[in-house]
Each structure stands twice: as C-alpha cells, then as structure tokens.
C-alpha cells in the first residue's frame, strides 16, 4: 500500500524525533526504491567505475555493498548524480575488478 499525501504529512508530524527526520519522506522514498545486484564488466574495471542507471530522475539515498570472491569490500567510491550511482576506483585501497558483484538499494 503506497502512502498518501495525508498520512506522509502526518507522520512527519506525529512526534519531535519523526519531525526531525521527515519520516513520512523517508518512508515514502523507500515505497519507491530501485534494488538489485551488477557484476562489473572487463570494460568497467579498465574504465575504472562501474554506473548504475536507476531509471529514477534524483536519487535521494542509497545502500551499497561489494563483493569480491564472496569477501565484502569497504572504502570504494560512490556518488549519485541524477539518477544514476557510481561505484568506482578510490586511488588507494579498492579498484573496480571484474566479477565484484554490487548489490544496490537506491532510492
């Protein structure tokens, strides 16, 4: 069931901590989330990022892991511009490799 106008105002309304937060925006938002896994391409590890097109026009947040041989991965770099997040080399310890599978929730 998507969350109406009435009861988005409502809750970002009904308490100081909910107000603060806007929780009728962030539910709202996650109503209408992209989700799923990429696996970088050879093309994408030479290029050195790997763009995920979300089909939404702004991305408001997202969650990110990458895996490497079943290993989770940290200090990658991620941006969002328009509706599109990039995954990409960080120039110290993470280089987009071939077969890291991205799992992705954008919203």
Known sequence: MAINATAKARLNKMCIVAKEVQLGDIIEALQNQ???????????ETAGSVAIAS?????????????????LLASYDVS???????VAT???DYV????????????
């Open 34 to 44: 992209i989700h799923g896994s990429h696996v970088a391409t050879a093309d994408e």
């Open 80 to 86: 969002a511009s328009g509706g599109t997040l990039t």
């Open 90 to 92: 960080n120039g110290t």
């Open 55 to 71: 089909g939404l026009t702004s991305i408001a947040g997202f969650l990110i892991q990458v895996y490497r041989a079943d290993i």
């Open 96 to 107: 987009v490799t071939e077969n890291d599978v991205i799992n992705y929730v954008i919203y």
